[in-house]
């Protein structure tokens, strides 16, 4: 049996209510933090003032905290309980623990949102000491990452039963997978939640007068980075066992499959220096250890690469393309459930690129802290990871419903894409030049004094107000696209296209679910790689910062 029955069969009504709750926040989530994202682009134009004197750094923090915390974080949940449901079940008690999750990350998202709304908390997505924020906000962030770690262990607990009940057999892969992300979700957690309960919080309250910065950026960073391969994950979970359905493939390999993400947990997190390679009371040594480390982290995104290269190649062929890219061609341009996903691949070539360039340590120095990072990042999450998203909502949505994508929407989405891609490169090839040419990111618009160097940089953000401005339309589109495809949209039955394995597939080794084996040397390696230069860090820090508030000053 390959599965399509299965695919084909709608959640519960009481399942799909929770899944779609999440997917509710992800999209009020795209048009607030996309709003604020067009209004910086604005300002950085150097053309537009922001009315009733709001501040620059409420909106970029608006933005970073809304697009990069919440509505990942929020579609991500949503998506893994579902593929959960759809792959080992979902029992009345784990359902009510979804529940909980979702509604402690919606009060933090709201007391956190309205802080930084009322100009109490303009930190920034990274919230870096000294710069101080109202005691909201960190208790906000706390909510968030409470209820995130109740759907975690939910998830944990789904598998367990659904092992339990089928002893001895391989568990899918996508619960295997979901299973991962959580895994190292919660670990690398761990430290920013550490950071803001123990300094964060008593430091905003007033119980101590000084915060250890580096510490925080330490622990920060400890969670920053598989932060963002928690992003990525389930793109890739939807690029090994999504599009080849999509495409009337099989899966490439499962064993290969989970190799890739077994080795994405365990090098994630041992890497948080390579953002703080320019920071000093790190000893470079450790720097230069963790900088290996991030470059075994590129090894499974190159395996992934390979193994969808080759999933497309091997589905063609089988169809009869014998030519040699005449299996490309007859790839299915025109299913946005495909197209979108395909155009974040591509985007990760050069994304993956300048994460490399950003991981060499000679090369970070020169574009540490400039717009060129933006650029990165605009490629990688903000392309990669959302059209990959929206692929995935294409689908999810209407599988929730009870509706169809109808060939409309269809031809929408495909028009959103292509607005999202033109947009993007706009803006993300201004962004990277200008960092070249020494912009900084995380500023407002200066004249800098009237420094020569700054005139170079002008035309650059004029580019990104006009990428910017098409993104915003891009944005728009999404948002109409997913009121059609929840509310209004003909009724009928969208498929959950999983892929299945070869019928001649190899035996999937054993070893792949060891949770005790890979477990154990994820922490091994963290601790090889953080407990040395956390001890130095601790034992020669320079003194305590007290708070600063911007734009008032001293707290
Ligand atoms: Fe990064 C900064 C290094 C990946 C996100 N990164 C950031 C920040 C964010 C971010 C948000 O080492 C800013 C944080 C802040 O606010 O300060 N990054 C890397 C490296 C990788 C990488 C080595 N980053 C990502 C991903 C992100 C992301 C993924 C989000 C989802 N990044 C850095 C560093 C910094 C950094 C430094 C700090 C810089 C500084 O100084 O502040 C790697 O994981 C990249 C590996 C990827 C590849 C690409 C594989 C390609 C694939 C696609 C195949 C395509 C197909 C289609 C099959 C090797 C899988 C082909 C079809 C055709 C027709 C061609």
């Known amino acids: 049996m390959d599965g399509t029955e299965n695919n084909l069969r709608l959640f519960p009504k009481k399942d799909a209510r929770l899944y779609m709750s999440f997917m509710y926040v992800t999209f009020v989530s795209l048009l607030v933090g996309g709003l604020m994202g067009l209004l910086q682009t604005f300002v950085r134009s150097g053309r537009f003032t922001l009315p009733f004197n709001i501040n620059y750094y409420t909106i970029l923090t608006v933005h970073g905290v809304i697009l990069g915390l919440v509505l990942t974080t929020f579609f991500i949940l949503g998506f893994q309980f579902a593929l959960m449901g759809k792959t080992v079940g979902i029992t009345d008690k784990q359902r009510n623990a979804g529940w909980v999750s979702f509604w402690m990350m919606l009060v933090g998202t709201v007391m956190a949102a309205v802080t930084i709304l009322v100009g109490q908390a303009n930190v920034l997505y990274t919230f870096y000491a000294p710069l101080a924020a109202h005691p909201a906000f960190y208790f906000g962030l706390a909510f968030v990452i409470i209820g995130s770690w109740i759907g975690a262990f939910t998830n944990f607990r789904q598998l367990y039963v659904w092992k339990k009940a089928h002893k001895g057999e391989k568990s899918p892969l996508l619960a295997f997978m979901v299973v991962i992300n959580m895994l190292m979700w919660v670990i690398a957690s761990l430290g920013v939640a550490t950071s803001v309960v123990i300094q964060f919080i008593p430091w905003s309250l007033g119980y101590t007068e000084t915060i250890n910065v580096l510490v925080s950026r330490t622990l920060f960073w400890y969670f920053g980075h598989p932060l963002v391969y928690f992003w990525l994950l ?322």
Not at 401 to 414: C, P, S
């Open 234 to 555: 389930p793109a890739y979970m939807a690029w090994y066992a999504i599009i080849p359905k999509i495409i009337g493939g099989k899966l490439f390999s499962d064993s290969l499959a989970r190799l890739a993400f077994i080795l994405l947990l365990m090098f994630s997190i041992p890497v948080g220096f390579h953002h703080q390679l320019t920071e000093p009371g790190i000893d470079p040594t450790w720097k230069f250890i963790q900088v290996v480390l991030t470059m075994m982290v590129v090894i499974p995104s190159l395996m992934t690469a390979f193994s969808i290269f080759a999933t497309f190649e091997i589905t063609g062929r089988k169809k009869g393309f014998s030519s040699l890219f005449g299996w490309f061609k007859k790839l299915p341009w025109g299913d946005v459930r495909f197209f979108a996903p395909f155009v974040g691949m591509v985007a990760f070539i050069p994304g993956g690129i300048g994460g490399i360039i950003n991981a060499s340590h000679q090369m970070n120095a020169l574009v540490h802290n400039t717009i060129w990072i933006t650029g990165h990042f605009h490629l990688t999450v903000a392309t990669t990871v959302i059209l990959t998203y929206f692929g995935i909502a294409y689908w999810l949505v209407p599988h929730l419903t009870g509706r169809r994508l109808t060939k409309q929407l269809n031809k929408l989405g495909i028009i959103q894409t292509i607005i999202w891609t033109v947009g993007m490169t706009i803006m993300s090839t201004a962004m990277h030049i200008q960092g070249l040419l020494g912009g900084p990111r995380r500023s407002a618009y200066s004249e800098y004094a009237g420094g020569a160097q700054v005139d170079t940089w002008i035309g650059y953000q004029l580019a990104q107000a006009v990428g910017g401005t098409i993104l915003f339309i891009g944005i728009l589109l999404m948002t109409y696209i997913f009121i059609k495809l929840t509310f209004f949209s003909p009724r009928g039955v969208e498929e959950f296209p999983i892929a299945a394995e070869d019928e001649d597939a190899q035996v999937t080794p054993k070893i792949l679910e060891n949770w005790y084996l890979w477990v154990g040397i994820t922490i091994a390696l963290i601790a090889f790689a953080y407990t040395i230069p956390m001890i130095d860090i601790i034992k020669h820090s320079p003194p305590g910062s007290i708070p600063f508030k911007w734009p008032i000053g001293r707290m």
